[in-house]
């Protein structure tokens, strides 16, 4: 995908370019400036008998839009924002808001940056289980770990680290399992240009494009712009 002879550092915010990864864990990428800090605080949380287990990192353009469109098609489950299924809105905008409920939109996802990565306590995983990254786990499963994490972001001992997606910031759900190396991604952010992205979905096949194009400044006011922190 093409964009105007862009330079590839300047596509990369939107999940496009050619951005240094490196793996951190099998098959998970993450941006290759974060990769220090990262080890430094999952040696943090080995220390203190937690095991740091990635969920997902890295994810291009294509993905975000993959699991998008899958979501608008009813391929993948909807949640409510509980995290409990539900049905599949017919009305356009309604199915938009529905998706919004719990992912980003293609080009606007934070996991586009490689700076921020879905975790949880491998040691608490029962053999078997599938992880679903969702509030119950928070408060459950998980919930030691979390209270962990929230203290130490709290004290700004996190080597970075922070929460991006909690209560009262924007309209995007709270993802307590979400965590960003906030110094990286506030550089890579720098470059990033609301008319080059809706560029993009004039040129994507993206579920709800008419829609998303109509909406789309108030869309960065609640979904996109109060998580460039």
């Known amino acids: 995908m093409s964009f105007m002879n862009m330079e ?3 596509l990369l915010p939107y999940g496009l370019g050619s951005p240094e990864l490196v793996e951190f864990q099998n098959g998970y990428f993450v941006c290759k400036d974060i990769c220090s800090d990262l080890a430094r605080f999952a040696a943090l949380l080995k220390e203190n008998g937690f095991r740091l287990r990635l969920e997902s990192a890295y994810r291009p353009f294509e993905k975000q ?3 998008w469109n899958r979501k608008a098609r009813g391929e993948l489950a909807l949640l409510d924002e509980f995290g409990k299924p539900m049905q ?3 009305d ?18 934070r996991h586009h940056l490689g700076t921020d990565i879905d975790v949880v306590d491998g040691n608490a ?5 599938e992880v679903q990254l969702t509030p119950d786990e928070c408060t459950g499963l998980f919930a030691k770990f979390h209270k962990f994490l929230d203290a130490r972001f709290a004290a700004n001992e996190a080597f970075g680290f922070s929460r991006v997606f909690v209560p009262g910031r924007g309209k995007i759900k709270p993802e307590g399992w979400h965590i960003a190396h906030l110094p990286t991604s506030r550089r890579l952010l720098d470059n990033f240009s609301l008319d080059t992205l809706r560029r993009i979905y004039e040129a994507t096949d993206i579920a709800c494009k008419r829609v998303i ?11 996109i712009y109060p998580y460039f922190i």
Request: proline content about 7%; aromatic content about 10%; charged content about 25%.
């Open 8 to 10: 590839s550092a300047d």
């Open 65 to 67: 839009l993959s699991i």
């Open 88 to 90: 599949r809105p017919q």
């Open 92 to 109: 356009e905008e309604e199915l938009m808001y529905a998706i919004l409920t719990w992912s980003a939109l293609p080009g606007a996802s």
């Open 125 to 129: 995983c029962p053999e078997g289980y």
């Open 213 to 223: 194009l109509a909406r789309l400044d108030s869309l960065a006011e609640d979904f």
